[in-house]
């Protein structure tokens, strides 16, 4: 009875995932993540930038990688991140490109962790740099949304260049299922502590921030990365 029980509270949260946010309510996109663990973070970044087959044989727009600076759970901690016009071709590029059995330079600098898909549930400017993303379990997204979105205006309203991003995973396995990725991304990391010292010295904005708690129901991970534009189809 009680793995009943937990199947069907899994495929709840499955249908709550799907379901909450109306289609022409959702902003156009989706984002293909591979998760891995760099030998050497640099060296794998400069051979992508160099190496951008994968990129083209899979149709991505824009590819990128997030490195974790702070709150890692292991060493070259990090994710390469590919960019689509729509959850469609996002899906389809599995077809074309299998990373799991990549060639063996790739192979040698890191190892794959796992993949997931992710579909963007409020709109957000793909404009990458220091990012704080914590992973969620919430209760009402659609709520959830709303509030983070007053309060990235009133952020930017009180002069820190802030982008908040929510999204949605899709086939995110056990790693990302039921939680949803939340990331406040300033323009470099000083400018994130920055807005940080105004919210613990009683910024008006943090009163926002704290309403949008009670459509939180768990805080899962809180890391802090570093991301970076590293392909842009011509």
Same mark, same amino acid.
């Given at each position: 009875?009680?793995? +009943?029980?937990?199947?069907?509270?899994? /495929?709840?949260?499955?249908?709550? @995932?799907?379901?909450?946010?109306?289609?022409?309510?959702?902003?156009? =996109?989706?984002?293909?993540?591979?998760?891995?663990?760099?030998?050497?973070?640099?060296?794998?970044?400069?051979?992508?930038?160099?190496?951008?087959?994968?990129?083209?044989?899979?149709?991505? #727009?824009?590819?990128?990688?997030?490195?974790? $600076?702070? =709150?890692? #759970?292991?060493?070259?901690?990090?994710?390469?991140?590919?960019?689509?016009?729509?959850?469609? +071709?996002? @899906?389809?590029?599995?077809?074309? !490109? #299998? *990373? %799991?059995?990549?060639?063996?330079?790739?192979?040698?600098?890191?190892?794959?962790?796992?993949?997931?898909?992710?579909? *963007?549930?409020?709109?957000?400017? /793909?404009?990458?740099?220091?990012? $704080?993303?914590?992973? @969620?379990?919430?209760?009402?997204?659609?709520?959830?949304?709303?509030?983070?979105?007053? @309060?990235? %205006?009133? %952020?930017?309203?009180?002069?820190?260049?802030?982008?908040?991003?929510?999204?949605?995973?899709?086939? &995110? =396995?056990?790693?990302?299922?039921?939680?949803?990725?939340? $990331?406040?991304?300033?323009?470099?990391?000083?400018?994130? =502590?920055?807005? /940080?010292?105004?919210? !613990?010295? &009683?910024?008006?904005?943090? #009163?926002?921030? $704290?309403?949008?708690?009670?459509?939180?129901?768990?805080?899962?991970?809180?890391?802090?990365?570093?991301?970076?534009?590293?392909?842009?189809?011509?």
């Amino acid at each position: 009875i009680n793995n +009943k029980g937990e199947i069907m509270n899994k /495929l709840n949260m499955f249908f709550v @995932l799907i379901f909450t946010f109306n289609i022409s309510a959702a902003p156009e =996109g989706a984002f293909n993540t591979l998760m891995v663990k760099a030998k050497n973070v640099d060296a794998y970044v400069d051979y992508m930038k160099n190496n951008t087959g994968p990129f083209e044989a899979i149709g991505a #727009d824009v590819a990128g990688v997030c490195v974790t $600076r702070s =709150g890692n #759970d292991y060493k070259g901690q990090m994710f390469v991140w590919n960019a689509f016009p729509s959850v469609e +071709k996002a @899906l389809a590029a599995s077809d074309l !490109y #299998d *990373p %799991m059995n990549a060639s063996a330079s790739f192979n040698k600098l890191r190892k794959v962790m796992y993949s997931a898909t992710f579909k *963007p549930i409020k709109e957000f400017d /793909l404009k990458p740099g220091s990012e $704080r993303l914590w992973r @969620l379990k919430l209760n009402n997204p659609r709520a959830y949304v709303q509030k983070v979105t007053e @309060l990235e %205006m009133a %952020m930017n309203k009180a002069g820190h260049d802030m982008r908040i991003g929510v999204f949605a995973p899709i086939a &995110g =396995g056990k790693e990302e299922t039921g939680m949803y990725h939340v $990331r406040a991304v300033s323009n470099t990391a000083s400018e994130s =502590g920055a807005a /940080l010292d105004d919210y !613990y010295a &009683g910024a008006k904005w943090g #009163d926002i921030w $704290r309403e949008s708690l009670k459509y939180v129901d768990e805080v899962v991970t809180d890391t802090m990365e570093k991301c970076e534009i590293i392909y842009t189809a011509n």
